[in-house]
């Protein structure tokens, strides 16, 4: 990626960067260690106990001393939100990509009448705070009787992520060659299947790259449980770890393991894929 | 592109698009529009009374105690805004400018930068609640412990300490959004311009400034606009590090607290308004929605200047 | 003799088919979700005296009950029965006509409960009681009375042995009082459960009355006593002290005494099993001024105007307000029961019991949280700007009385 700039400035010799790029590298790795400090403070706490961690707050612990994780995994919800939030997650991604893919192919793929508007119609959702409109959302929630129910949570994320998601695929999708199709439609193939088996298999980096835009704001997200959700056994994650918060306040070995566990998922896929991580979450104000 | 022509292809379309559309329209589009609905009547609890015209309006903007904590915490949005512009974007720029250097290590310093843009608000926001508590917090242990104990603080608890508290673990949630953004600005930078200008001078704040900035432009309106949006909507961070009141007396209330306080109630007051709550949500939306315009539209049209 | 086996058997199918119908399944709905067991156990006890009659108990999120509550109401999806808060946060449910009136003639054990706690389930505009009190509560100092003794220090009777006990723990490097006041409730607690005697009962019946407010001198003089030993004897950096810690401070053994609620007690003891306690009522300027507690009333059960079994839900209603519950009560889940002669075999709870008849209302929540804005959000902010330094014991009485005057009669002028 930055191929470029480096030989640009390999060109330019060592030695005269070398003074001007020693004050950003330190800046660089002051901020590295900004950036991570907290993290490893919280991972080093969470295998702590609260004594350890008011006496040696830096000091690296004993790995092997997972009584707290044991204490979260035998004595509390935490489990239930985890599960609660993949389910949530993973029901609204489905939708999303569905529906974001049906809506993108159709304005992309076909000219027809109010094409232009319906896209626009999409457009306008990317930019309303949809926070704002909680009250009417709640009371709408009410009236289709699924208030303390996670259906709530899954149509407002998936109605959240759909203008992005049309965004980035409408984009794509027309990018795409028209040739193959053709072809399948000389053969007789029906609309239906041109999309499915010759157009869909082409969309999928597109679909990674909305997947993942939408996957963090949703997984992490507090707000819309915080209003919709009541019963505990139905919590996401964040809103669970609120909870749990509460309840284990004295305990800090806990509370740093809590906070551990919530984060591991995520840190650990976005360590794995940081690549696309990157592009997806920073893909909206990218051009 | 196929023309539309059969009605088999029109039914097709429309299976394709009524669905997506449909939650759009059932989840986004008519919540807003009911939002503002909402803001011109009387409410009792959740049941909508007489037509009150706007007076709710009137009620937040100009009726104590009201107007008070609307210009309160309107007050504090504005420094957050203002903060955090400089905090998280400023050091975004600058961290950009060296990770574009593709200095040894730049891959590393990317991934690290980022990382904490992917965690979750409350898991920040507790973070720090734990790393600023007065007698057991990471912090003031430190100062104490390097012989700085005069500069430990209940962070949390007095006014010009606690906004400011929440201000940085803010940036220090997002920095990485604007850095990466702005990265991906320089990276476009056409190597033969970068070489012109190296002809002309050597001064880097030359070419910082001549070139660099008005060529990732696009990328700091966008930016700039989506901190706007953002700082003006802020609700998690200051929820769970101060409190629904803004802790203390309010210096950290902010137009998302006081907005879901007032439509939602809190312990301590038991009263809801779902009227007072949508006229400051209608308020709030206008705002960021013309303001947002007016950055979009004035930056942009920088753009093309330089 | 086979007519008559039909005729059995007939019989028997009868009420068999019958059972069910007869059968009344009431749901009960409460935010005390650390109750459950408790509150099971009741139920299972009057569900084997009424026969037929069987209870579902649900609980929500406390924070957000009267929120979850007042949206099934209106809905007409509400529990036949639920707890309902007291005062201000009855109000709203109230107003709307949710819950069913309560007189003597349908719940007649009511006719013994003491006035304020009736006062406490009543609607303020109609009078009219609508739910049967569970417990009351009594802000007050709770002391460690480990430390209390090792440092030979008595309950103090006066403000002066207060201060003079508090030099004594903080000399003998324990902290004196555990409180923080970052949570912003809490500041109402420390203020009402340190301050209330210094107040006095006679300043509370001139509020009442309406003539005085809250610029009186002798209001004014309590916050300047109570920031006073704050600034001296809490935690350093309290203001930045979150309600959690200050209680992990006490239950800890690091401070001797805690100002607080009795439901406190609980708690501390949950936390720390071994810990002693101990409760007084924090002393006025001499030993002859009367030693108030601050108290009030937590909630109420109520029944639902359009529920479908409002026969059985009374008669519930009326089990929920027997001396036997209220016995069952207060000892199963150590809180002070409303009903009438109950006694209690833990001697911390008799000891509450008996500093409450010495009391006065914990005055915002009883009294000014009617409106917008609530005396309770004004005192806790004015509180923290008071323990940071940043405004006067006589600022905060004009505040609170200019800012009340927004909606409550007697200060308008």
Known sequence: MSAASTTYYDRRGLLGALGRDGLLQIILIANTIIMLA???????????????????????????????FVKIWTQTNFLRYLLNSFIVTGASMTLILTLGTMAAYAIGRYQFTGSGFILMFFLAGLTLPLKLAIIPLFMLMRDLSILNNQLSLIFVYTAMGLPTTVFIMTGFIRTLPNELEDAARMDGASEARIMWSIMLPLVR??????????????????????????????????????????????????????????AAPIIIIYIVLSRQFIAGMTSGAVK | MPHLRMTGRGLWITALIVPPLAFVALFIVYPIISAFAYAFFDWQGLRRGDFVGLENFHTVLFVEPYRSWTI??????????????????????????????????????????????????????????????????????????????????????????????????????????????????????????????????????????????????PSATIVFTLLFVGAFNWFELPYIMAGLDGSPFGSTDVLGLYFYRTAFGNVSSGQQDFGLGSALAVLIFLFVAVIASVITVRLRAREIQL | MNNRLIRIGTALAAVLIAAPALAQDLTFWSWRQEDRAAYEQFIDTFEAANPGITVKFETFEAANYNTILATALAGGTGPDLMMVRAYGGLENVASAGY???????????????????????????????????????????????????????????????????????????????????????QNETVTFGLGSSLMGKDFYDELMAGTTDFTDARFTGALAAVAEVAAQYFPDGFIGLDYPSAQQLFSSGMAGMFIGGSYELATFKTQNPDIELGVFAAPGKTAEDAKLVGLYFDGGYAANAAGANKEASLKFLNYLASKEFGQAFADTLSNISTVPGVTFDNPLLAEVNELNQSSIPYLMLAHFRYGEPSGSVLIQ????????????????????????????????K
Do not use: C
């Open chain 1, 38 to 68: 907290p993290i490893v403070i919280m991972i080093f706490s969470a295998f702590k106990t609260t004594p350890q961690i008011f006496q040696s707050p830096f000091g690296i612990p004993d790995f092997t001393q997972v009584g707290n």
């Open chain 1, 205 to 262: 980096p597109a679909m990674v790259i909305a997947g993942i835009q939408n996957v963090v704001p949703i997984w992490n997200d507090f707000f819309f449980p915080l209003v919709f959700i009541q019963n505990d056994d139905l919590k996401t994650l964040p809103q669970g770890l609120t909870t749990f918060m509460g309840e284990y306040t004295t305990d800090w070995g806990v509370l740093f393991s809590g906070l551990t566990l919530s």
């Open chain 3, 381 to 412: 902010g004015e509180m923290q700007k008071l323990f940071s330094g940043q405004t006067t014991p006589e600022a905060i009485g004009t505040t609170l009385t200019e800012g009340l005057a927004a909606w409550y009669e007697p200060f308008k």
């Open chain 3, 99 to 185: 819950l069913e009136p309560l007189t003597t003639e349908t719940v007649p054990a009511l006719a013994e409960f003491s006035a304020a706690s009736l006062a406490a389930e009543s609607g303020r505009a109609d009078g009219t009681l609508y739910a049967v009190p569970f417990a009351s509560q009594t802000q007050l100092v709770i002391y460690n009375r480990a430390l209390f003794d090792a440092n030979g220090i008595a309950e103090p009777q006066t403000w002066e042995e207060l201060v003079a006990a508090s030099q004594k723990l903080k000399d003998a490097g324990v902290i004196p009082f555990a409180n923080g006041t970052a949570t912003a409730w």
């Open chain 2, 72 to 217: 309160n915490a309107f007050k504090n949005n504005v420094i957050v805004f203002f903060a955090l512009m400089v905090l998280q974007n400023g050091l975004g720029f600058i961290l950009a400018y060296a990770l574009w250097r593709g200095l040894p290590g730049a891959r590393f310093h990317r991934i690290a930068v980022f990382l904490p843009v992917v965690l979750s608000t409350i898991i920040v926001a507790y973070l720090f609640k734990l790393f600023l508590h007065p007698l057991f917090g990471v912090v003031n242990i430190s100062l104490r412990g390097i012989g700085m104990g005069w500069l430990a603080q209940p962070w949390l608890g007095q006014g010009n300490t606690a906004i400011w508290s929440l201000i940085v673990a803010q940036a220090w949630h997002m920095v990485g959004f604007p850095t990466l953004v702005f990265l991906a600005g320089m990276q476009r930078i056409p190597g033969e311009i970068l070489d012109a200008v190296r002809m002309e001078t050597e001064s880097e704040w030359v070419k910082i400034t001549g070139i660099v900035w008005p060529l990732v432009a």
